[in-house]
């Protein structure tokens, strides 16, 4: 509260970003945690709250007839334009939220004074909810190939990998102890992923200290060492995930990259992907864009194009795919580093995880996915997403990346994950807000010595504890498509602009409800009516039985699980997983246009007066609010249709 200059400023007006006259007048607080306007010109109360470790920029603009313009830019793409009545009171509350949107210490961030009303056994279960060991045991780790190393226990080897790591079986310590010293921040190769049907196996490291013609004999085992343990393969890959420019630059540094000559069976690729400062810049341009008020087409289509930023998303996914394709169709290993190995190589690997295996498209393993190979591996969190205040040069949208590269292929394959879009951006946003602990500090060594499971709690488990919230009502587990490696075309006109995350702010502009927000809508309708049908058999049997009625009710069973009267069919499934097995009639059937079967229609008793069954029949669907939309579809009336197409996946939801 010492920062806080001015704590209250009244008469403010809340200007709208769209259409400025629709400007609100109000209230504005601020707190140690939060910035709040509560408007006064409603007879609702209505309040905005925004977090101060959200905020990234508070910029007051040149003073008018109407007051001093204060604009506040938040990490999650929020934009508030306040208008303050007094120039002095404006430059009082610039000062308050600069000091308070960066914090200089750890304990100063939002997390630690969080205190939801839970108990230290809740929040050790909090932090116990997710299991790496486990998900290397899933994966078949250890076996005879690869084996869970204690050689970094003690963070000695390299403070910004974690303590436990897999490596080849035949890696000795003093091997991986001599590759690491000739590895950049010691981060020698290391598991991030097995394929135990073919063995092949992505791993990841950071550039070699080669230099022009250095060398070094226990780099070279090790790698020898990743290639023996697959068996199937003579050779491997090692991807540099840089421009080649780049990677030659750091030459000069005494860095650099493998040189083929020097290490056995290796193919060298290199990938292109643009260093944390080129994609700071992109995304600041591309937000310059979003931030115009009324752009004509060509102004936001060139402004787009002109940041580069889809071009950068490509880059990161056609990387993705290049390992994805050599693990699953080569049977290939391949290493992956960039320069130090926790930015370019994070997404690289945690893309083609994505693509290869259909576990880390539920809801549990994005998590697990995100915890392995962003936040053990040591993505600076703290750096990159400018949680304390420290040099803007380290700050980058590494992350924001990765996350857009899965709401692509989201876009591409809309039935193969158990998760929806608003679960990407409610991850975005906390990651941000640091409320909870997770995305705190660079490595793992840091967040041990921070105590952050002692004091802080983990968003995993809120996000599970809602995951009714975050499922994708398309997605459906036994789908063909579902399973198997995911094979995205990367056509230009296959990526999309992600408004839903850039511009969900946009109060003016018109209302925006998803596919998969309708479909759910659809599913609690549903559910409604199923639970309206068994009130009205309980009626009908009363009335059965006050009447002495012994006439049995003849009713087809109805199907209680999400997928309502999808057609049997006996054909077989393609495997192909391609964009375009999603494209055949996605939208064209409404799944508000389906019709039960004849075999489910309710024979009433023949006591009852038929006129009224009618009445009942056609007077239900008013009764309970909700429009008959369900006795048109043309997808009952041909039962040959394939129950994994995607009109039988609209029919589920």
């Known amino acids: 509260m010492e920062h806080i200059r001015l704590p209250k400023v009244e008469n403010v007006r809340l200007v709208d970003r769209i259409s400025p006259r629709r400007s609100s007048v109000g209230t504005l607080y601020l707190t140690a945690t939060h910035t709040i306007f509560v408007e006064d010109d409603t007879g609702v109360r209505t309040e905005t709250w925004v977090l101060h470790s959200l905020v ?37 509350v610039q000062m308050s939220l600069q000091r308070l949107c960066q914090p200089e210490h750890y304990d100063e961030l939002y997390c630690f004074s969080y205190k ?24 078949g780790i250890p076996n005879s190939l690869w084996k869970l190393s204690p050689v970094n226990r003690d963070y000695k080897v390299s403070d910004t990998y974690p303590a436990d790591l897999c490596v080849p079986k035949s890696a000795t310590p003093p091997v991986i102890v001599g590759s690491s010293k000739f590895r950049s921040r010691g981060r020698f190769p290391t598991l991030s992923y097995y394929c135990k049907e073919n063995h092949a196996a992505i791993c990841r490291s950071s550039q070699p200290l080669s230099g022009f013609s250095a060398r070094c004999l226990e780099d070279e085992q090790m790698l020898e060492a990743i290639l023996r343990s697959n068996p ?35 193919k060298f690729q290199f ?31 060139e402004g787009l194009e002109s940041s580069g930023w889809l071009k950068h998303i490509k880059a990161v996914i056609d990387a993705g795919i290049f390992i994805a394709k050599a693990v699953a169709e080569e049977g290939v290993s391949v290493l992956v580093h960039c320069s130090d190995g926790w930015d370019r190589t994070a997404q690289v690997c945690s ?11 539920t809801l549990k393993g994005l998590m697990v996915l995100m915890e392995r190979d962003w936040v053990s591996f040591g993505h600076k969190f703290s750096h990159r997403c400018n949680h304390l205040d420290g040099d803007p040069k380290e700050v980058s949208p590494v992350i924001d990346q990765f996350l857009e590269c899965v709401w692509q292929l989201m ?51 809120y996000l599970w504890q809602n995951r009714t919230d ?22 230009p006109y296959c990526f999309k602009f992600w408004r839903a995350l850039y511009n969900r702010f946009d109060r003016g502009m018109h209302p925006r409800q998803s596919v998969a927000d309708y479909l759910m809508a659809i599913q609690e309708e549903t559910q409604q009516l199923e639970e309206q049908l068994a009130s009205h058999k309980e009626k009908i049997a009363k009335l059965d039985k006050e009447q002495g009625c012994h006439v049995g009710v003849k009713a087809a069973t109805l199907d209680k699980s999400p997928t309502l009267w999808v057609p049997n069919s006996d054909k077989g499934l393609a495997l192909a997983n391609t964009p375009q097995d999603y494209a055949g009639g996605f939208i064209g059937s409404s799944p508000c246009q389906q019709r039960a079967p ?56």
């Open 411 to 461: 876009e591409q394959f809309p039935c193969a994950f158990e998760f929806n879009e608003r679960f990407l951006i409610t991850i975005h946003s906390h990651i941000y807000s640091c409320q909870y602990g997770n995305f705190i500090g660079n490595n793992q060594r840091e967040r041990i010595e921070l105590g952050l499971c002692e004091k802080t709690h983990s968003i995993w488990m």
């Open 351 to 361: 893309v083609a995880c994505v693509l290869l295996d259909p576990y880390y498209r």
């Open 598 to 653: 004849e075999s489910s229609l309710i024979i009433l008793p023949q006591d009852l007066n038929q006129t009224s069954d009618a009445n009942h029949s056609n007077c239900s669907d008013q009764e309970s609010g909700i429009a008959d939309l369900s006795w048109r579809s043309p997808l009952s009336e041909d039962s040959t249709k394939d129950p994994d197409s995607d009109e039988a996946a609209y029919s589920a939801a």
């Open 56 to 92: 990234c920029s508070v910029e007051k603009q040149s003073s008018a007839t109407t007051g001093c313009p204060l604009l506040i830019r938040c990490k999650n793409f929020q934009v508030l334009h306040f208008v303050i009545p007094q120039e002095r009171d404006c430059h009082d």
């Open 116 to 139: 939801p009303n839970i108990d230290s056994d809740e929040r050790r279960q909090e932090w116990d909810f997710l299991d790496l060991k486990a998900d290397f045991i899933r994966m």
């Open 232 to 266: 199937r393969s003579d050779f491997m890959y090692v991807v540099d995930t840089r421009p080649k420019l780049n990677a030659m630059a750091n030459r000069a540094a005494g860095k650099g990259y493998e040189n083929e000559d020097n290490y056995s069976n290796i």
């Open 271 to 301: 990938i292109g992907i643009e260093n944390i400062h080129v994609m700071r810049n992109s995304q600041q341009k591309m937000l310059e864009v979003c931030e115009l008020r009324s752009p004509s087409m060509s102004d936001f289509l």
């Open 470 to 491: 975050y499922i994708n009502p398309l997605y459906r587990p036994d789908h063909s498509q579902t399973q198997g490696v995911l094979r995205p075309s990367t056509a």
